[in-house]
């Protein structure tokens, strides 16, 4: 009797074992197939194949992260924001990242200069040498009033390589690279004559 529950234990682990082998598999050639859909502009197909490849693996974070790709090209922005919000749970910090600067994306594309903030500010928390995310962070800070923030986020940009908040602050604030003079010493006056 052992024996024999000791077998079916094994059987049934092997079988459990394969199945999700063959889920991981059929997950990622409906993924594979999804990016080659993709990669040729057939972004509903793409989308299609990319869920089917979440449905056989509800943790698939580059299936988030692409799904929601096509999503925002599709300007499906509800869609998008969900999928990179799955993107922020499921996926490993580098792709939490993603995550998040592609959700903030969406937010300033949708208007949502508030919601998209914090997203950028969570994408530069896990890395800091992040550019387009300070340089993304800045619009959003300019758009809801905050132009110090902006110029401080295009600083940080720029110092990091991005070109396009070099270019701004090149436009409107030439001294950017020069710090601030001190301010003058005051002349010593002479006492009464």
Not at 34 to 55: C, F, R, S
Not at 119 to 142: N, P, T, V
Request: proline share 7%; glycine share 8%; aromatic share 12%.
């Amino acid at each position: 009797m052992k024996k024999t529950l000791c077998f079916i234990t094994v059987a049934t682990a092997f079988m459990l074992l394969m199945a999700s082998s063959g889920q991981a598999e059929s997950a990622n050639s409906f993924f594979d197939q999804g990016y080659e859909m993709h990669q040729k502009g057939e972004l509903a197909k793409a989308v299609k194949l990319y869920t089917n490849a979440i449905d056989d693996n509800p943790a698939f974070a580059m299936a988030f992260q692409m799904r929601g790709i096509a999503q925002q090209q599709l300007k499906k922005y509800p869609q998008a924001i969900n999928d990179y919000s799955m993107v922020i749970t499921y996926g490993e910090p580098y792709f939490k990242t993603v995550g998040y600067y592609n959700r903030g994306i969406v937010k300033n594309i949708t208007g949502d200069f508030a919601g998209a903030i914090p997203d950028f500010s969570q994408a530069i928390e896990l890395d800091k040498r992040m550019a387009l995310a300070f340089f993304h962070r800045g619009i959003a800070k300019s758009k809801t009033g905050d132009l110090a923030g902006q110029s401080e986020d295009f600083c940080q940009a720029a110092h990091l390589g991005d070109v396009n908040a070099e270019r701004w602050l090149n436009t409107y604030f030439p001294e950017w690279k020069h710090p601030p003079l001190p301010p003058p010493k005051p002349t010593p006056t002479e006492g009464p004559t």
